[in-house]
């Protein structure tokens, strides 16, 4: 099994950045697909981006495209999201999870391992 811990959020102005990290355990990091899902007060939870196995792959929903940025470090077992031009709509608690598919997917219950969440608050 996977046990993923998110750190790095916190409170910041409209138009600045985050970078949020997930670290994982175990010796099977490399071989699982990670995504970035949020949730906001009084919302479903919502898909935000996913990375490939390799790093290579991403895909990311619309209204994060070209402020959002999903990479990972294999050596390191941690995925990030560096969030850029940030808006108060993307205000929510930030969860990162891991996918035994081999394809990228967008669905919560494709998801089988997740952590604890970190707050991000955008203020306007």
């Known amino acids: 099994q996977v046990q993923l811990v998110e750190s790095g959020g916190g409170l910041v102005q409209a138009g600045g950045s985050l970078r949020l990290s997930c670290a994982a355990s175990?010796?099977?990091?490399?071989?699982?697909?990670m995504g970035w899902f949020r949730q906001a007060p009084g919302k479903e939870r919502e898909f935000v981006c996913a990375?490939?196995?390799?790093?290579?792959?991403?895909t990311y929903t619309d209204s994060v495209k070209g402020r959002f940025t999903i990479s990972r470090d294999n050596a390191k077992n941690t995925v990030y999201l560096q969030m850029n031009i940030l808006k108060p709509e993307d205000t929510a608690v930030y969860f990162c999870?891991?996918?035994?598919?081999?394809?990228?997917?967008?669905?919560?219950?494709?998801?089988?391992?997740w952590g604890q969440g970190t707050q991000v608050t955008v203020s306007s």
């Open positions: 990375v490939s196995r390799s790093g290579i792959s991403t």
């Open positions: 999870a891991a996918s035994g598919l081999s394809i990228l997917v967008r669905n919560s219950h494709q998801y089988d391992y």
């Open positions: 175990g010796r099977t990091f490399g071989r699982t697909n």
